[in-house]
Structures are given as structure tokens and as C-alpha cells.
């Protein structure tokens, strides 16, 4: 597969937080690690390009592309409607995805083999989520007859969940893996779903943010993310961090 020639002594700036553990922070050392940096490394890797990281508050991540403080942004951002008015952005990296968490061995059987929720099985099952969420958008288009809570905090939510008063909850698979399932107060718990992605309400996932009219740049981008995903080094990218993978096979083509 051909990537394009980088230019000689091409160096790519980078946008990210740098501090949005696990996906791109640094470490004690003052180094930066994370999933978003691995994803940047190959990247440059597979374009034959230099990399300098750029840290930058998320609220000006924008502006700051837009301004050329860099060339890139790599910063778990999803690729959304309003954001591709004023920026580009490469294929997804990184899905953008919701996932049910119950208690173990509950022998729920809430979807189908083709993935769609048995609207029967959740009669009687109280769910929690977050207020205004992609999560409370879904379950009203797909199940409105649900007896759904909402909350404004996670730590609300968990804490219901935890004490009986839901059976389960709607979430971020890699939030709900990070604070809640690895830790001692989730150990009863696990995924009772598959992933739910459906791009109408969650958008088409992470990718890779650069400005606009830069055609030559994108479809580099697009064939090295491409090839992370078929080789295997998003999945192993993910695994340093989460226990399953948080792309999505069908991004192999």
C-alpha cells in the first residue's frame, strides 16, 4: 500500500491535551503516553514523519489548529456535524460507542444475534444514564416503553447501580471499564450488551483533526489508519489500557 512520500524532514505538530488519561497524559518522567499517542507514533511511523506534541486545553484545541499552532489534532476527538463546518478529519481511529453494564450471571438475553434490543426482555429492568445523552437518545428511539433514570453525575449513577436501585446502566464501555468495572465496587458487574454504534446517534467515532483544503494530507492520514487498523496496532494499542479493542473491525474494509 502506498502512503504518499513524506517531505524531506517532514515533522507533523501534534494538538492533544496531554492530560486525558488513559488516551493522551503524561507520565511522571514528563513524557507523554496514552492510546492517542501510540496512534500518533504509528502514524508518523508508517508516513515517514517526525512528530513534535503540542499540548493545548481542549477548549482552544480548535482555535489553535485553525490559528496553524499545529498541524494536527490527535486528542480523542469525535468527528461530528459542527466540527466538519470548520475542520477536516481522517478516517476514525476510535469508536464513539455506548454499552449496558449489569450484574454478572444475571442471564439477561436483551439482543438479538443481529445485535437489535428484544424489546420484551428489558419489561421490569430499571436502566440508569446520563441526562441529554447519545445513550438517552438511543434508548428513546429504540425502546420507548423503558423505564429509564436519568442522572447528572456518574457517581450517582454507579452508586445506584451498586445499591439495587437499577439494574443496569448505559455508558462509555472504556469510562465504565476505567471507573467503575476496575475497581473493587464494580467486581460484581460486567458488559450485559454488545456495542451499540450506531452512527445516527453516535456519530462515526474518533479521528484525526486537520484543517480544511489539505486533500493531500487526509488521504495520507486515511492510509495509515487504515493499515494501524489491519495490522493489528490499534488493538494492541488498546490493550496496553482496556481489555478488548476499541475500534471497529468493519474500519478494515
Sequence with gaps: ???????????????????????????????????????????????????????QKWDGMIPALLANKFDLVVASMSITDSRLEKMDFSAPYRISVGRLVGKKDAGLNLFDADGNPIAD??????????????????????????????YD??????????????????????????????????????????????????????GIGLRKDNDELRNRLNAAVLELTKNGSLEKYALKYFPFAIHNEGWEG
Aim: with cysteine; hydrophobic share 45%.
Design 153 to 206: 453525575s456518574s457517581e450517582a449513577m454507579y452508586l445506584d447501580l451498586v445499591n439495587g436501585r437499577t439494574d443496569m446502566i448505559m455508558t462509555n464501555p472504556m469510562k465504565a471499564f476505567l471507573k467503575f468495572l476496575s475497581k473493587d465496587d464494580g467486581a460484581g458487574f460486567e458488559f450485559v450488551s454488545p456495542q451499540i454504534d450506531e452512527t445516527e446517534f453516535f456519530g462515526i467515532g474518533v
Design 1 to 55: 500500500m502506498t502512503f504518499g512520500v513524506a517531505a524531506q524532514g517532514e515533522t507533523l505538530r501534534v494538538g492533544m491535551e496531554c492530560t486525558y488519561a488513559p488516551f493522551n497524559f503524561k507520565k511522571a518522567d514528563g513524557t507523554l503516553d496514552g492510546y492517542d499517542v501510540d496512534v500518533a507514533k504509528g502514524v508518523a511511523e508508517i508516513l515517514g514523519a517526525d512528530l513534535e506534541f503540542v499540548c
Design 121 to 150: 426482555n428489558f419489561d421490569g429492568l430499571k436502566i440508569g444514564m446520563g441526562r441529554a445523552t447519545t445513550y438517552a437518545s438511543w434508548f428513546k428511539a429504540k425502546l420507548p416503553g423503558a423505564n429509564v433514570v436519568y
